[in-house]
């Protein structure tokens, strides 16, 4: 299976400060990358850079998508990449989302930027068959509701609905479970794992969520201070972790099984003083550590 997005040798600067360091990653066709690590990983401004907003940065290496290096094309073709074959779920809905627009006119923004052609009516329609596929109830009659006026997780469906309105060949979700309980969680996760199966998408799934993650990635990414420590498929990462903090950030969550008389993994925060060169210690399975 050929890859959808291949990231090569990326390096994000901000002034002297390397937020991202040599990172490379690829993403199959229909495939799902879960990237992990705590906040300040790099993960967030990884989906920046690959959607191209980070204009503040110096970001060095390449970025390809379908074969197309991301990182070398102008903005009006990058444009019109962003929000039709690459969209982004963003982490926070009631910052993302416009307070004083009515959700279904936020939704038709997105299709009217990349469809200038349809008319109103069928730009409506677009929209009532995102909403719809993103189960929101009756969106012919919400499609004027503002967001105040949906719950949490709603407003995380409309946050949904406009990045797949375009039907994308990659979405990237940022955090999208973040801030939600556990039942709202249950329901985003399995609504997205119905629209990968509908859809073909492939993802990037960004979580500091390792139980979030162990649900839908195919495969699985550590990070730690910009740099990638471990990647592989999701059973090994998760049931054989090799590299030390995968072990420890596994060993810090509690199970059902977890011994409540024995305290759980600490997480050392020293940066590790040496780079290690990443080795592949089973087949499809890196580590950043000595042979």
């Not at 794992?193 to 139980?211: K, N, P, V």
Request: charged share 25%; aromatic share 4%.
């Amino acid at each position: 299976m050929g890859s959808l997005l291949e990231i090569k040798n990326l390096t994000i600067r901000f002034g002297s400060k390397v937020a991202v360091d040599d990172l490379s990653l690829r993403i199959g066709q229909a495939q799902v990358l879960g990237l992990v690590g705590e906040s300040g990983s790099g993960k967030s401004v990884t989906a920046l850079a690959v959607l191209r907003l980070l204009d503040a940065a110096r970001v060095e290496g390449a970025i390809r998508f379908d074969g197309t290096n991301l990182l070398a094309l102008g903005p009006e073709a990058m444009r019109k990449l962003r929000g039709r074959d690459i969209a982004m779920i963003f982490q926070e809905p009631m910052t993302a989302l416009n307070p004083v627009m009515c959700v279904g006119e936020q939704i038709a923004e997105a299709v009217r930027a990349h469809n200038p052609g349809r008319s109103r009516s069928e730009v409506r329609d677009s929209v009532l068959q995102a909403m719809e596929s993103v189960a929101i109830p009756d969106p012919a009659r919400r499609y004027r509701d503002y967001p105040h006026q949906f719950s949490g997780g709603q407003r995380q469906r409309i946050m949904i609905a406009m990045a797949i309105a375009n039907r994308p060949r990659l979405l990237i979700a940022d955090e999208p479970t973040t801030a939600l309980d556990v039942t709202v969680q249950k329901q985003i996760l399995e609504l997205l794992a119905d629209l990968r199966e509908r859809f073909g998408l492939t993802m990037l799934f960004i979580s500091h969520d390792l139980a979030v993650v162990s649900q839908v990635a195919d495969r699985v990414a550590v990070m730690r201070h910009g740099l990638l420590l471990e990647e592989g498929p999701r059973e090994a990462v998760f049931h054989k972790p090799v590299h030390s903090y995968t072990k420890a950030l596994m060993g810090a969550v509690p199970t059902m099984s977890t011994d409540i008389a024995r305290p759980l993994a600490v997480v050392e925060k020293a940066r590790e003083s040496a780079v290690l060169p990443l080795r592949e210690c089973s087949p499809g399975h890196w580590v950043r550590s000595t042979a």
